[in-house]
């Protein structure tokens, strides 16, 4: 079945610093492609998606592309802030109309 | 413009109790979906309502279960409370079944 797979956290970094979170998945056929994010005690926020191969999604500084043959959505920021630290999410959605999560990734920004 | 709430947002039950959990969709969108989410997993699906029926279902017993009224709004039900069902449950509503998720802030539920 359909899958999403992500790097292992927690990543930690210095502000100001590049950022990239891993991202791949299984799907048949072709899933739209999200980047939720999570800050401490809240729920979820749409962060970025894409929608088929080769769109960019971006939002906030943040950038992921949507990549078929590597089936892959890795997001990457170009400069991180203290504020970007959270839990970030990749999701897929296809064809059966539910998001499906990986495991989260932590995100800690020290200044 | 309201986002997505939920109510309560704390809740602490017994085992073998039964639990009920509400959701407010977005402004104009017409499906709710369910997600339970475990202490440091992502969200897993539970179900989705559309039209006041459950259209689709996760992998989740029958303990749980749902209702839609007819202002879009939500219920989700939990019979027979196990400790496993410890998690923070989330609300996401969309315009459409197949429209973007935006979600609520979730409903902490501690099972003891």
């Known amino acids: 079945g359909d899958s999403v797979t992500q790097m292992e956290g927690p990543v930690t970094l210095s502000e100001e610093a590049f950022l990239t979170i891993n991202c791949t998945y299984t799907?048949?056929?072709?899933?739209?492609l999200f980047w939720y994010v999570q800050y401490p005690g809240e729920g979820l926020q749409l962060l970025l998606k894409?929608?088929?191969?080769?769109d960019k999604g971006s939002n906030k500084g943040f950038e992921a592309t949507y990549r078929k043959e590597t089936t892959s959505f890795h997001l990457e920021k170009g400069s991180v802030q203290v504020s970007d630290s959270a839990v970030y999410f990749c999701?897929?959605?296809?064809?059966?109309?539910?998001?499906?999560f990986g495991t989260g990734t932590r995100l800690q920004v020290f200044p | 413009d309201a986002g997505v709430t939920q109510s309560p947002t704390h809740l602490i039950k017994t085992r073998g109790q039964q639990v009920t959990l509400r959701c407010s969709p977005k402004?104009?969108?017409?499906?709710v979906s369910w997600y339970q989410q475990a202490l440091g997993q992502g969200p897993q699906f539970i179900f989705q309502?559309?039209?006041?029926?459950?259209?689709q279902r996760g992998n989740f017993p029958d303990r749980f279960s749902g209702h839609q009224f007819p202002n879009y709004s939500s219920e989700l039900n939990v019979n027979a409370l196990l400790l496993g069902d410890s998690a923070l449950y989330l609300c996401?509503?969309?315009?459409?079944?197949?429209?973007?998720?935006?979600f609520g802030p979730g409903t902490r539920l501690t099972v003891t």
């Open positions: 996401a509503s969309s315009l459409t079944v197949s429209g973007d998720k935006y």
């Open positions: 799907a048949t056929g072709y899933p739209s």
């Open positions: 894409a929608t088929k191969a080769d």
């Open positions: 999701a897929l959605f296809h064809n059966t109309d539910k998001l499906i």
């Open positions: 402004s104009g969108h017409d499906t």
């Open positions: 309502y559309y039209e006041e029926e459950e259209r």
